[in-house]
């Protein structure tokens, strides 16, 4: 069975940091270009950093650049966001996907293969 289980969420006080993990099994990550992707109470899900499948370029949105930084570790078949200076406006759940295909790039708005089922993270004193 193809899976992604994300984790590392949890309740941070503003200017924190957490480390998210998106764990995949049933299919190795590195033939995939990885997407976090976040959804907020009332908001739609917006993108927040991918990474591709080869040469391992990222992207993030504005709103987290500088504070938040995507990686991956092939050998342990997962893939991290490390988010610092945490702000109230972060407070969401935090999904992982997976699209096929070996690309140079990524984006937010390709159809995403696979996806887990979130973890929560709130920012809040």
């Known amino acids: 069975q193809l899976k992604l289980v994300e984790s590392g969420g949890g309740l941070v006080q503003p200017g924190g940091s957490l480390r998210l993990s998106c764990a995949a099994s049933?299919?190795?990550?590195?033939?995939?270009?990885i997407g976090w992707f976040r959804q907020a109470p009332g908001n739609e899900r917006e993108g927040v950093s991918c990474i591709s499948s080869r040469g391992g370029m990222t992207d993030y949105v504005d709103s987290v650049k500088g504070r938040f930084t995507i990686s991956r570790d092939n050998a342990k078949n997962t893939v991290y966001l490390q988010m610092n200076r945490l702000k109230p406006e972060d407070t969401a759940v935090y999904y992982c996907?997976?699209?096929?295909?070996?690309?140079?790039?990524?984006?937010?708005?390709?159809?995403?293969?696979?996806w887990g089922q979130g973890t929560q993270v709130t920012v809040s004193s």
């Open positions: 049933g299919f190795t990550l590195d033939y995939y270009t």
């Open positions: 996907a997976a699209l096929g295909g070996r690309k140079f790039s990524c984006n937010f708005y390709s159809n995403y293969d696979y």
